[in-house]
Nanobody, 126 residues
Framework: VQLQASGGGLVQAGGSLRLSCAAS????????VAWFSQSPGKEREFVAA????????YYTDSAEGRFAINRDRSKNTVYLQMNDLTPEDTAVYYC????????????????????WGQGTLVTVSS
């Protein structure tokens, strides 16, 4: 599986962006997908995850209520809709795929993921 993240950019505080994670490979449906963020000088942090089925999602506290993750199985793509952005959201965002035996599970740990995209930079100005 190869992942291609896109959709980052420069936005003002309060604005929105939609990140995309496009996957190649016929087995993408066997993977849960998560987004992680990494700010300069900080560890990579979990943001949101979606299960193989797309029915189960999970968010970090700072993303809950502002971000929405979903997957389009027909397009082999996972999206992260980011609303009400703040300067604290500035980071490189990575999507990652975790092989899952069950359709409703996912991983929120970095080392639980098998494949990573290259990252897309989100910059939020105040």
């Amino acid at each position: 599986v190869q992942l291609q993240a896109s959709g980052g950019g420069l936005v003002q505080a309060g604005g929105s962006l939609r990140l995309s994670c496009a996957a190649s490979g016929r087995t993408f449906g066997q993977y849960a997908v998560a987004w992680f963020s990494q700010s300069p000088g900080k560890e990579r942090e979990f943001v949101a995850a979606v299960s193989r089925s797309g029915r189960s999602t999970y968010y970090t506290d700072s993303a809950e209520g502002r971000f929405a993750i979903n997957r389009d199985r027909s397009k082999n793509t996972v999206y992260l809709q980011m609303n009400d952005l703040t300067p604290e959201d500035t980071a490189v965002y990575y999507c990652a795929a975790a092989s899952q035996r069950l359709p409703e599970t996912f991983s929120i740990q970095s080392d639980g993921h098998n494949y990573w995209g290259q990252g897309t930079l989100v910059t939020v100005s105040s």
